[in-house]
């Protein structure tokens, strides 16, 4: 799977848009780009994923520039409750199984 | 929906142990994977099992080892027990496996004095 990279913390204020970036310039054609959280204490959450389309869900927006090898992950308007660390990992979209690799993520620090 | 339900929360260990970690998939759910947590080397994939036979593995030694029964539970274990395998050890299970979300549990922090 291609390597992201991500910076390692941001902060945003409560109620404005975050907007974590990621690079994957190694990206093959057939990989997917997922985002998951982790919450302190629990255990990582799926957020989206998409291949090259931009994808929307009740939780967050993703963009994928037209060249794949970035993306963004869009909360449109962050909570509290969003302050997590916040992994951008690229895989295989085929029945490779289940084995993902995570790098540092982003922590996020959503303030009042 | 019960979600990824993880047995026990907490345990505490002392070296040369082993032990043995419980995870519950989600009901339907065939796909269980394990991950390892520490501060030092974040999120690392163990192995993964699908109706019972293990897919992937990560790179641990052979003290690392799983299984997962037909009812697609899993247990994982870890025997000779080292001060560097205190860690948080994370459940996920996923319907088939192919580019599936995957749902973790809240995991079994694991402690090795």
């Known amino acids: 799977d291609a390597k992201t990279t991500q910076p390692p913390s941001m902060d945003c204020a409560e109620g404005r848009a975050a907007n974590l970036p990621c690079n994957h310039s190694?990206?093959?054609?057939?990989?997917?780009v997922y985002w998951y959280r982790q919450i302190h204490s629990q255990g990582p959450q799926y957020i989206i994923h998409?291949?090259?389309n931009n994808e929307t869900n009740e939780m967050a927006s993703l963009i994928i520039t037209e060249d794949r090898k970035s993306s963004t992950l869009i909360l449109p308007h962050a909570t509290l409750r969003d302050t997590a660390v916040y992994y951008c990992?690229?895989?295989?979209?085929?029945?490779?199984?289940?084995?993902?690799?995570f790098g540092g993520g982003t922590r996020l620090m959503v303030k009042p | 929906k019960a979600g990824v339900t993880q047995t026990p929360r907490y345990l505490i260990k002392t070296r040369g142990q082993q032990v043995t970690l419980s995870c519950s998939p989600i009901?339907?759910?065939?796909?269980v994977s394990w991950y390892q947590q520490t501060p030092g080397q974040g999120l690392q994939f163990l192995f993964e099992?699908?109706?019972?036979?293990?897919?992937n593995k990560g790179n641990f030694p052979g003290r690392f080892s799983g299984r997962q029964f037909s009812n697609s539970r899993s247990e994982m274990n870890v025997s000779t027990l080292e001060l560097g395998d205190s860690a948080l050890y994370l459940c996920?299970?996923?319907?088939?496996?192919?580019?599936?979300?995957?749902?973790f549990g809240s995991g079994t922090q694991l402690s090795v004095l």
């Open positions: 996920a299970s996923s319907s088939e496996g192919h580019h599936e979300k995957l749902f």
């Open positions: 190694t990206i093959s054609g057939n990989e997917y």
């Open positions: 998409g291949l090259k």
């Open positions: 990992i690229v895989r295989v979209g085929n029945n490779a199984g289940n084995m993902l690799t």
């Open positions: 009901s339907g759910h065939r796909s």
């Open positions: 099992y699908f109706s019972e036979t293990q897919r």
